[in-house]
């Protein structure tokens, strides 16, 4: 089974998200146009998750880490 759900970011109409279900596995991509790379490299990670760096015009993040988990982390509360 997949499925697949589209949601545009409020502030910035170039960004959307995707979130994804996979056989139950459930991950979000993030996709943003931009005017250049910012690296040459093909896989990055960064500290919202990993970029795939594979279309000049445009970035894929697999969003590893969430808001929240982020900021318990900076809280010391990560368990």
Same mark, same amino acid.
């Given at each position: 089974?997949? =499925? +697949? @759900? /589209? &949601?545009?970011?409020? !502030?910035?109409?170039? @960004? *959307? &998200? ?7 596995? @459930?991950?979000?991509?993030? /996709?943003? *146009? #931009? %005017?250049? #790379? *910012? %690296?040459?490299? $093909? &896989? !990055? %990670? /960064?500290?919202?998750? +990993? $970029?795939?760096?594979? +279309?000049? =015009? ?7 880490? /969430?808001? !929240?988990?982020?900021?318990? +982390?900076?809280?010391? @509360? *990560? %368990?």
């Amino acid at each position: 089974m997949l =499925s +697949i @759900k /589209t &949601f545009e970011d409020r !502030y910035n109409n170039n @960004k *959307k &998200f995707h979130h994804v279900n996979v056989l139950g596995l @459930k991950f979000r991509v993030a /996709t943003n *146009k #931009r %005017s250049k #790379r *910012k %690296s040459n490299k $093909v &896989f !990055y %990670s /960064t500290n919202r998750g +990993i $970029v795939f760096n594979l +279309i000049p =015009s445009r970035y894929l993040c697999l969003i590893t880490r /969430t808001w !929240y988990g982020l900021q318990l +982390i900076k809280r010391g @509360k *990560k %368990s």
